[in-house]
């Protein structure tokens, strides 16, 4: 059971990335999946989540209208489109299974991580 994250590296105030989160041992599609980050000095916190059981779709505050996760199926494998990016969303990102709908409510915890990819977003 593996979930490899890809895609960070630098970006430019107002730029884009898009991060992906191949699962590998298991269908993807049969979890919630998220992804959280962690900024120097400041402790990981959750950015995004999907649950197609519960069809529930998560975004922390300071992303919404910005970032957009998804998956595919066939690809077996979670993204997360980040557009308008500013320096406050340096950080390493993790993707993660996790319950959707408890992190929606404040619950910050997964049930199993990935590893993080860098962002960083500087001019």
């Known amino acids: 059971v593996q979930l490899q994250a890809s895609g960070g590296g630098l970006a430019q105030p107002g730029g884009s990335l898009t991060l992906s989160c191949a699962a590998s041992?298991?269908?993807?599609?049969?979890?919630?999946i998220g992804w959280f980050r962690q900024a120097p000095g400041q402790l990981r916190g959750p950015v995004s989540c999907i649950s197609n059981r519960d069809d529930i779709t998560f975004y922390t505050d300071s992303v919404k209208g910005r970032f957009t996760i998804s998956g595919d199926t066939a690809k077996n494998t979670a993204y997360l489109q980040m557009n308008s990016l500013t320096p406050d969303d340096t950080a390493v990102y993790y993707c993660?299974?996790?319950?959707?709908?408890?992190?929606?409510?404040?619950?910050?915890?997964?049930?199993?991580w990935g590893q993080g990819t860098l962002v960083t977003v500087s001019s």
């Open positions: 041992g298991f269908t993807l599609d049969h979890y919630d």
């Open positions: 993660a299974i996790l319950d959707c709908r408890a992190v929606s409510h404040g619950v910050n915890q997964a049930n199993y």
